[in-house]
T-cell receptor, first 114, second 111 residues
């Protein structure tokens, strides 16, 4: 079974703090994704990575950066957290295929920025 | 940019009634996937459709991919309380790796 884990289930941070969200997958997947989920807006893609050290912007990359130094780990960084970044953050991974392959999600991190 | 719209946003049905959610993309998709997210949980993969006009069934669930590969539907026959959750479609635009999710349809089943 594919396992995607995220470093925290719940996180509370203050405005201006630097925040690291970590995601690890154990199935040697090439693709990894970071989404945020907000009521009424569904899942919106922040960044994704299709290989180590490779990254591409999703639809809402502003205020975020990512790091993929190892294949199994994809980190989301909020350089200076703001209240509008309060959200549920979901990490996903999938095999690399332009024909598509199923995405496996982590349990999510609920981030609150005060 | 690529957009995937999903309707309806919410649906309440009586247990035993049928339910359908529709997914429409602004661009041609190489594939479409459906996920279910239970309240408090994370999205769980249900199925992937790849071929134009493809229809797949999983017990009471029927998934369809449009001929033009720009739309899809999920139909649940005789809903049960265990069907409660939010159903998302996710499409991959042709030539890309990234999934774009629809906004989801939240299903409530009244016993």
């Amino acid at each position: 079974d594919v396992k995607v884990t995220q470093s925290s289930r719940y996180l509370v941070k203050r405005t201006g703090e630097k925040v690291f969200l970590e995601c690890v997958q154990d199935m040697d997947h090439e693709n990894m994704f970071w989404y945020r989920q907000d009521p009424g807006l569904g899942l919106r893609l922040i960044y994704f990575s299709y290989d180590v050290k490779m990254k591409e912007k999703g639809d809402i990359p502003e205020g975020y950066s990512v790091s993929r130094e190892k294949k199994e780990r994809f980190s989301l960084i909020l350089e200076s957290a703001s209240t509008n970044q309060t959200s549920m953050y979901l990490c996903a991974s999938s095999l690399s295929s332009l024909a598509g392959s199923s995405g496996f999600f982590g349990p999510g991190t609920r981030l609150t920025v005060l | 940019g690529q957009q995937v719209m999903q309707i309806p946003q919410y649906q309440h049905v009586q247990e035993g009634e049928d339910f359908t959610t529709y997914c429409n993309s602004s661009t041609t998709l190489s594939n479409i996937q459906w996920y279910k997210q239970r309240p408090g949980g994370h999205p769980v993969f249900l199925i992937q459709l790849v071929k134009s006009g493809e229809v797949k069934k999983q017990k009471r669930l029927t998934f369809q991919f449009g001929e033009a590969k720009k739309n899809s539907s999920l139909h649940i026959t005789a809903t049960q309380t265990t069907d409660v959750g939010t159903y998302f479609c996710a499409g991959t635009a042709s030539g890309t790796y990234k999934y774009i999710f629809g906004t989801g349809t939240r299903l409530k089943v009244l016993a």
